[in-house]
């Protein structure tokens, strides 16, 4: 019976040994974890919605990704004319908004902005602007290929590379959008205007 007790009594400190020893285990942090952790990317403020509902000078938004909704003046956007598109229910937009202040700087309208889109002098050429966020060149505009397209700060922005072999990185430049609406797109990109319809 005593050994009975003393085998019992080992196999339960074993037991209790090999459970702290896996609870002092920890992971091993790279100093390259340590890197990301002390400098985390900043959070675009460019917020992606749609729109439910217009109210005079204010629109009605849900949040894509935290399905809050916001109630935000428009008064100073049509007064700058920083409406890029029209303002369509249902339809999808990118956002600089100051939520404290219940004001939008800037809003372009996704929906309208993504698509087939032929430049103006009946070339053919053009640009293929997905949802997704891919971009591709129709013809050929400026001896680049457009690669992708991304809403950052509230602003359009493109990737591409050159057409004529010079450089095979993909590069980003910031454009500029002059018009936007339905069946009209007009652009300034790498110094230049371009004039784009459905």
Known sequence: MKL????????????????NNGSTTQIKRTE?????????KPKDPTLMVVLESTKGD?????DSETKSQYTLSVSQLMQDK????SLTQKNKYAVM???????????I???ELTGIWLLNDKSGNGIRLDEDGSACSIGKIDDITFHSWRIEKGQLKL???LSDGSNYGEQEEAATIVA?????????????KHSFGK
């Open 109 to 111: 309208n996704i929906t």
């Open 159 to 161: 990737t591409y590379i």
């Open 82 to 85: 920083e409406i890029h598109g």
């Open 58 to 62: 204010s629109i009605v938004v849900t």
């Open 180 to 192: 936007l609406s339905s069946n009209q797109f007009v652009v300034e990109f790498r110094g230049q």
């Open 32 to 40: 390259a974890d340590a890197a990301r952790k002390a400098a985390p």
């Open 97 to 107: 908004a100051d939520l404290n202040k219940k004001t939008i700087s800037t809003l």
């Open 4 to 19: 009975f007790k003393l085998f019992i009594l080992s196999i339960t400190l074993l037991a209790f040994a090999s459970c």
